[in-house]
T-cell receptor, first 123, second 110 residues
Framework: EVHLVESGGGLVQPGGSLRLSCAAS????????MHWVRQAPGKGLVWVSR??????????ADSVKGRFTISRDNAKNTLYLQMNSLRAEDTAVYFC?????FGSGNYRYFDSWGQGTLVTVSS | QSALAQPASVSGSPGQSITISCTGT?????????VSWYQQHPGKAPKLIIY???KRPSGVSNRFFGSKSGNTASLTISGLQAEDEADYYC??????????FGGGTKLTVL
């Protein structure tokens, strides 16, 4: 069974930094693209970032580009999100999600999600 | 990248059908057949219920039906059940390895 567990969230002051982790199990982590998606309290889902399977390619939403860095350690089956220069509007539950292609070769869907970790940016 | 447009809320009685629309642009929904839908119950992680616009992952009820025309995708839920009460989000690939979600629709089963 696919299992994704996020950690590292907490309270941080504006301008501060935080690193989130997503521990994966139940599947061959090194063969899947992975994503971060966030959800502000009471709001909708927002795509944040994506990394390909070997870590050679990454992409970001405009709202976090230049401040957030996605990375992964396939030996540890772990995905990371380094968040710098945090703002109040970054306050959200951060989910990691596995990308799925359903055999098409197009990894465009999020088929497994963690339970999320809450990041609160406030002074 | 602007969020896809969804109605804030829809409602229906048990046994009825409802449809949730998801309107994007020619840069996302209109350009790609990579629309997906997610169901999210309060305090829970989202669950994939439709991918590639019309297909259901294994284990998802056939009461969920997806479609797309032009820049608008739709999710229809037939035979409404109490357990269907949740938030529903559409999502589209938007090119250059970026994705965009809809604002979400709260479904109330009356």
């Amino acid at each position: 069974e696919v299992h994704l567990v996020e950690s590292g969230g907490g309270l941080v002051q504006p301008g501060g930094s935080l690193r989130l982790s997503c521990a994966a199990s139940g599947f061959t982590f090194s063969t899947y693209w992975m994503h971060w998606v966030r959800q502000a309290p009471g709001k909708g889902l927002v795509w944040v970032s994506r990394m390909n399977s070997d870590g050679s390619d990454r992409s970001y939403a405009d709202s976090v580009k230049g401040r957030f860095t996605i990375s992964r350690d396939n030996a540890k089956n772990t995905l990371y999100l380094q968040m710098n220069s945090l703002r109040a509007e970054d306050t959200a539950v951060y989910f990691c999600a596995r990308a799925q292609d359903f055999g098409s070769g197009n990894y465009r869907y999020f088929d497994s999600w963690g339970q999320g970790t809450l990041v609160t940016v406030s002074s | 990248q602007s969020a896809l447009a969804q109605p804030a809320s829809v409602s229906g009685s048990p046994g009825q059908s409802i449809t949730i629309s998801c309107t994007g642009t020619s840069s996302d929904v209109g350009s790609y057949n990579f629309v997906s839908w997610y169901q999210q119950h309060p305090g829970k992680a989202p669950k994939l219920i439709i991918y590639e616009g019309t297909k259901r992952p294994s284990g998802v009820s056939n009461r969920f039906f997806g479609s797309k025309s032009g820049n608008t995708a739709s999710l229809t839920i037939s035979g409404l059940q109490a357990e269907d009460e949740a938030d529903y989000y559409c999502c589209s690939y938007a090119g250059s390895n970026t994705w965009v979600f809809g604002g979400g629709t709260k479904l109330t089963v009356l």
